[in-house]
C-alpha cells in the first residue's frame, strides 16, 4: 500500500537532516545482520513493540513508520507486526533497501510529506541526533501518529561518548535523558517510558572511547563498525541483548543510548 498519496511537493524545504557519509550506508548494510550492536538493538526494540502489545497500548495489525529507515534491516522485521512504510531522504539508503528486495520503500525531501494521522506507530532509531531542528522533526512526526499513536525513539546518549561513530555519522549531538524528555514534552508528547540502554556494556565504551580520546585521536574520525572475532560478538550480543528482559520493567540509570516511548497526546488546536 502507498502511505503517501497524492501530489508531493518537492519545493526546497529546510530539511532536517544531515544525511550519513556513503561510507556509513555501506558499513551498516554490511553489518546489520551480523554484528552484535545491530542485532542486540533489534532485540530491544523489538522487546519494546511486544510489549506495548502485551500492554494493549497498541493492537495489531499496526500501521508503522520507519522514519529514517537507513538500508532497511529493521524495516523488513517491522512487518511482523502490521503493514510498514521506510522512508529516506538519502539515494544511498534506498538503493541498499531495494537490494533487500524491499518495496516498501520511499525517498522523501522532507518530512512534511508525511500523511497527517496516518500512523499507529511511528519508529525513529537513530535519527534524531542527525537533526539540526529536531524540535521540527518530533512535530512532523507527531502529526503523521494517528491520536494516541506511539512514538518508538532511539537515541545516542551522553556527550561524554563523542567518538569516531558520531563523525563518520554526521552527528549533530548525543542526548541526555532529561534534555529529550522536555524537548517531547514540548512537542506534544506524553513519555511512557524513558531509559537509558546499552548500560551492561557502558564501562568498556566509556574507558574505550577515552583511551582513542587522548591516545588515538586519529581514530575519532573512524567509524567504529569493524569485524569482531566470532566468539567474542556472540558473548557481546548476549551480553547487550539480556537488556531486553529487563527494560519493559524498569529504566536504567545510564547507558550508551537512549529509549524513548512517547504518546501522542491531544493539543488544544488539534480536531
Not at 511511528?122 to 535519527?127: A, E, H, I, P, T
Request: one cysteine or more; hydrophobic letters at 45%.
Amino acid at each position: 500500500m502507498q502511505f503517501l498519496k497524492g501530489r508531493i511537493d518537492l519545493r526546497p524545504f529546510l530539511f532536517v537532516g544531515k544525511t550519513l557519509q556513503p561510507e556509513a550506508y555501506r558499513l551498516n548494510f554490511e553489518f546489520e545482520d551480523s554484528h552484535w550492536w545491530f542485532l542486540a538493538r533489534r532485540d530491544i526494540f523489538f522487546s519494546s513493540v511486544q510489549s506495548l502489545i502485551r500492554r494493549e497500548i497498541l493492537l495489531p495489525p499496526l500501521r508503522i513508520l520507519d522514519f529514517g529507515c537507513g538500508t532497511g534491516g529493521l524495516t523488513q522485521r517491522l512487518s511482523s507486526f502490521g503493514e510498514v512504510l521506510g522512508v529516506d531522504e538519502c539515494e544511498e539508503a534506498i538503493a541498499f533497501c531495494l537490494s533487500r528486495g524491499l518495496l516498501n520503500i520511499q525517498k522523501i525531501v522532507s518530512p512534511r510529506e508525511l500523511p497527517e494521522a496516518n500512523f499507529d506507530l511511528v519508529c525513529c532509531f537513530d535519527v534524531l541526533e542527525h537533526v539540526e531542528d529536531d524540535l521540527f522533526l518530533l512535530g512532523e512526526l507527531r502529526r503523521a501518529l494517528k491520536p494516541g499513536g506511539i512514538l518508538l525513539l532511539s537515541v545516542p546518549a551522553l556527550p561524554i561518548l563523542w567518538g569516531g561513530e558520531d563523525v563518520i555519522s554526521r552527528h549533530v549531538r548525543r542526548y541526555r535523558r532529561r534534555e529529550l524528555a522536555v524537548k517531547l514534552s514540548h512537542t506534544g508528547y506524553s513519555t511512557l517510558q524513558a531509559s537509558y540502554f546499552n548500560t551492561f556494556l557502558l564501562p568498556a565504551i566509556f574507558f574505550i572511547r577515552i583511551f582513542h580520546r587522548l591516545f588515538r585521536p586519529s581514530t575519532m574520525h573512524r567509524s567504529d563498525l569493524h569485524p569482531v572475532w566470532p566468539p567474542l560478538n556472540a558473548i557481546l550480543y548476549r551480553i547487550f541483548s539480556a537488556e531486553r528482559f529487563l527494560l519493559p520493567y524498569c529504566s536504567f540509570p545510564l547507558g550508551a543510548s537512549l529509549l524513548f516511548i512517547a504518546r501522542k497526546e491531544l493539543k488544544s488546536n488539534d480536531e
